[in-house]
Nanobody, 124 residues
């Protein structure tokens, strides 16, 4: 079992930046692929970004490409999402997740462990 604890959500103005953190506990985290998803009110949960187990490969949804960066720190068993140039449409609950699948999983069903979610609100 892997437990994920998120932090860093909050309020920010459009054009601003925010950094989300997700710390893992229970078992070593480095061998898992990691991802971020988000869910806006009235919408389904959607993929945002993923990083493979080695940290050498990343993949982003088109809506955030060039603005968001996913990274890992294996020494701290943590994954991060740096969000720049935030837009009101980025407002959502953000979830971190870990996957035992190979590569860069993008489907909700491919992830095995989930954080509790953290609210990100971008004002205009």
């Amino acid at each position: 079992q892997v437990q994920l604890l998120e932090s860093g959500g909050g309020l920010v103005q459009a054009g601003g930046s925010l950094r989300l953190s997700c710390a893992a506990s229970g078992r070593p985290f480095s061998s898992y692929a990691k991802g971020w998803f988000r869910q806006a009110p009235g919408k389904e949960r959607e993929f945002v970004a993923a990083v493979n187990w080695s940290g050498g490969g990343t993949y982003y949804a088109d809506s955030v490409k060039g603005r968001f960066t996913i990274s890992t720190d294996n020494a701290k068993n943590a994954v991060y999402l740096q969000m720049n140039s935030l837009k009101p449409e980025d407002t959502a609950v953000y979830y971190c997740a870990a996957s035992t699948n190979y590569g860069l999983p993008k489907r909700i069903s491919e992830y095995d462990y989930w954080g509790q979610g953290t609210q990100v609100t971008v004002s205009s």
